[in-house]
């Protein structure tokens, strides 16, 4: 089992060496059961950090907030950003270190293994255990320990495990400075289980299931603002506003084109997702976040994991397990398939 | 009016009420919405709900609405047309006190000074039946904290309490209330004392259950101007991930964007739309010449908690936010306006 | 007006005049509502013009509130809205809607002397209310005109401004030497701190620029002006124009509704997020 002393010792050790800037990982929280990232630049407040079940954000995604801020300041601190990082975390990484959109040299990465466990769906577990008011999920050899205040409960892991963590490709860290946990492989029979349902009905129920949940959707960009890849400075959906500069002249700002209306309608956000998902097919890294945030409970995740198998099934390719193999959409191979192009 | 009626005959006092548009608390899986309810299928409302998510505000105020069309050519003339809402008869059944107390809140901002005509046509002739929140909805419930309470009247036309023992007693507070509770057949019984006196009894009790709170309110005003220029917001904000969610849950947000959509362009023809907009959005205050009053996450915040807060106590006196706590609980990275408003 | 707030009044361009061409192009328009209305405003009061099918943007109302026959809007080429504006031509359509914000309070400065300090397009907004208040002299103290801007090309209102030189002190400047220029070299501050004198009973009205509001506030507080005696105008990116969309605001202002005229008594106590 993953001890997190020896989390905090690493921490510790990398901030009081002043090698880092600062130090990403999980906290409690004050807001309800799952965990907060916490930004530490002060060694003496890793007793901050924790390692259980509900440490289910990827921060990843804060590298691309410290990228930007980075290129904002005149005269940056060039020195790397610890971050804590489960398997899932570090594909991410491995992803915008293929794209190179970070450099190898901003980031040092104290990678944890999940060994043959993985993080909770908050709402499994609401769903079951509610009225007991969990307060922590902590890892328990083979199984969950839910910490009620009225003592604890042990729960088989399938029954509170995320979807994506059944799923998981990565169980372990793929890249990393430091490893703390051993790397345990976790069994899975059918990495793409969740698919089945939805993929089971006709086209025309299929059309009619979509369009039910994007009714739904109230464009809060949550799902894009919390994904790692989506970094693009001008969205295709904010084409209108986010890339001005001083220089910009007033006829490119009336030229840009508004792909998608602001109106929350069902054809706009049916757009809005599809084109997301495109952007992100053979990039995505199911770290399920997306589906997890959205507030209006929207299958998000299926529609990148049907890219995820798609860029599998044609082009061979899983996203960020290989440094060396360069990213999907800015290679090709003499032998890709071509039948659909002709 | 203070009336019994027994959960069963709820569906029966629904059916009843055919000229009305009914929103009322209906789950699907994990969550629940506040949708339009059949008038023929009253048993999918579940009133037994915690608290809705997003927010009832979309009836009232919705996520989009069109403020008139055009047609016509600049070279010649435009053709406009208003497109009002018809401000049809609704009924919104089971709000919670905060989110009732937050619809009179916009109904306040809405009316002052210019009136809103899209926004008060709908309000007019929308009535509000609230539901006391016995035990609190959520754990990071604070309405008490801003001068609300779970079994506040504000905003409300007609409040029912779940008395246990499959009954809920239902007061009538304003004349429109009266008027939906008077259909044939009557559903609802006169209450007796006894159950009035338990009905007062478990308000007293809701306010003793909520947990959370926000101390020394009296002076969080100026607690708030001192902290304007500290760094406290650039270390609050780090995690924020300007995802949107807290605005748009809250009942009480109201800010919006203007667009025109184009369906043609000859004969041009298209429409001037209010869609939902968001301060936590990075080009909410971005200047054509690309100046950005606010372009940090901390800036962006402040505005937040300072609007909810300070703003509408200097513009309105009274808070904006009515501690639904929704933007506490549904932050994917935990920022929680109450506990910032308790460091200060 | 109308009585549905969001309801622009169609109006047509009579007259467009070029001020400033290249980049930063400048234009003046002059419109008249299609039903012949007209509606009365004050000095300061801004207007919100669509262009139907791209949006709309705020203006500030430069013609004095005096003239009848039109209202005239001078507009920098800055995006959407104000390119597409920039494209019309005379007897096109547009849609106006206000009044909106408050004016200056003229009736307040009866009898002191008023020093007109603008930069840029800056003096568009203050256009009206230098033709107000030179047209009722009498009631007013001495009158005087500060204005500059990048080169003499980026002067609006050249010609008016000549004619005005017959009224009034007028004193130009551009930001660097040029041939053929005989007037002040400099930026606006420092050209105030020249020419403007002992600031008693006086009024400074200034509008321009952010930077050049901040050092020409700076240089007139030198002088001695107090705080309640210096205005200017304030911008913000606006939707609604009735303080209702909620993205104008300073602290618990609406620039849109309770500015965009502000004394600097004023808008120091507001947070400086502007």
Redesign the interface.
Known sequence: MVKLEDIKKEAKKVLEEGKVKYLIGYKR????L??????ISDPKEVDQLIWEATCV?NLS??LVDEKRKKAREKDPDNRPVAVIAKGCDTRAIMVLLQEKYIEREDVYIIGVSCENAGVIDE?KL??KFKEK?PEKVLFEQDNFSIATKHGKIQVPQEEILAERCIECKANFPVIYDVLVGEKITRKCDNYFQSLETVESLSPDARWDYWKEQFD?C?????CR??CPMCYCDECVV?S???A???D????E??Q?IRWI?????VSENLFYHLIRALHLAGRCIDCG?CE??C???IPIRHLNKKMEKEAQDRFDYEAGLDADKPSLVSSFRDDDPQDFIM | MEKIITKQSVPEWIKKLEDYTIYAPIKNEDSWSFEVVEPRQPEVIDLNYLNSSPSPKKVVFPPKEVFFEFTGSIYDRMELKETLPEGRPQVILGIRPCDAAAISRMDEFFSEDVKDPYYLTRRENTILVGLVCNTPPSPNCFCTSVGGSPHGKTGLDILMTDLGDDLYYVESLTQKGVQIMDVPDKPFRQAKSEERSKMRKIHTDSVKNITREIKDMDTIGTRLDNVFNSSLWEEESMGCLRCGICTYLCPSCHCFDVNDEISSTSPLEGKRVRTWDNCQFPDFTMHSSGHNPRPERASRLRQRIFHKIRYSQQNFNNYLCTGCGRCVSNCPVGINMIEILNKI | MNSNVYLPEPAKIIRIKEEVQGQRAIKSFRTQFLNGNRFSYQCGQCAMLSVFGKGESMISISSAPNVEDYLQFSILKTGRVTTALHEMEEGDVIGIRGPFGNGFPLQEWKGRNLTFIGGGIGLAPLWGLLHTAVKNKEEYGDLTLLYGARTSKDLVFRDELYELKKDIPVHLSVDTEEEGWDEFVGFVPQNVKEKVTWPQNSIAITCGPPIMIKFTILALKELGFEDDRIYTTVENKMKCGIGKCGRCNIGSHYVCKNGPVYSWAELKDLPQEY
């Open positions: 929280s004050t807001n309800g799952l965990a907060a990232p916490v930004f954000q995604r804060f709402r609401n769903r008011k739904r109230i464009r809060c960009y949550a603002s919390v904010d209108i506003n986010l001005v500069t001083v910009t002249t007033a006829e700002k009336a840009k209306e602001k109106y929350p309608d976040e997890r945030v507030p209006v409970n």
